[in-house]
């Protein structure tokens, strides 16, 4: 599906097909993908009553970059079947979610220090992390045992990206602002209790799914 637009040039081609076969891939970013970008900007109020359709709502951040497609809440059927979710809830195991919160808390930390832009975190950092709340000597070792895996869990949600390199390192996804909101944020203390209440060292606990990108 196209649509012809005003743009740099005159009536300048641009692709509905693209922007909407891009975000059911996944979460696009500006930096990542500027000529996907492009349409997609120029696109919204198309893109929004077409994934309407099928049961989506498109999120677009302009400020932050990013863009991704969240599934409707879900409603009554009115005369007819509902509609199959395109968009997969996943539960998240306790470290991941702890992992998750902590990240968020760095970022807002991040949003009103004097670096902003970008979070990068090494290994160590996104161990100490964690570590830091578990004073337990036995819970800790058998996490950081399995940080790696909670790391590459996190990597594969979307919310961190390898960086390229011998050092390595972290960049925190700015879209994880999208899912940890300002509310969720401001409760942090309290989460971080129940999460203690609710961890299991030989059978890790899960929270209510999600719906992650």
């Known amino acids: 599906m196209t649509a012809l637009l005003p743009d740099a040039g005159p009536r300048a081609?641009?692709?509905?097909s693209l922007v909407v076969t891009s975000l059911m891939r996944g979460v696009v970013y500006r930096e990542a993908s500027p000529e996907v970008w492009?349409?997609?900007t120029a696109l919204q109020p198309d893109l929004r009553d077409y994934v309407a359709t099928l049961g989506?709502?498109?999120v677009v951040d302009e400020a932050e970059g990013y863009a991704f497609l969240r599934q409707r809440p879900d409603e009554p059927a009115e005369g007819g079947p509902a509609a199959p979710r395109l968009v997969a809830r996943r539960s998240l195991s306790y470290p991941v979610s702890l992992l998750l919160a902590l990240l968020r808390r760095r970022l807002a930390l991040a949003d009103t220090g004097e670096t902003g832009g970008r979070l990068v975190l090494s290994r160590l950092d996104l161990v100490d992390l964690v570590a830091d709340l578990l004073p337990d000597p036995g819970r800790r070792n058998r996490l950081l045992e399995q940080v790696d895996g909670h790391i590459a869990k996190v990597v594969e949600l979307g919310f961190l990206r390898r960086m390229p390199g011998p050092d390595g390192g972290f960049e925190v996804r700015r879209v994880l602002k999208a899912f940890v909101d300002a509310q969720w944020l401001a409760d942090f203390d309290a989460k971080l209790?129940?999460?203690a209440r609710?961890?299991?060292d030989t059978a890790p606990s899960t929270n209510p799914a999600e719906d992650l990108p």
């Open 13 to 16: 081609e641009l692709s509905l």
């Open 193 to 195: 209790a129940e999460y």
């Open 56 to 58: 989506l709502v498109a």
């Open 38 to 40: 492009r349409h997609l």
């Open 198 to 200: 609710l961890a299991d």
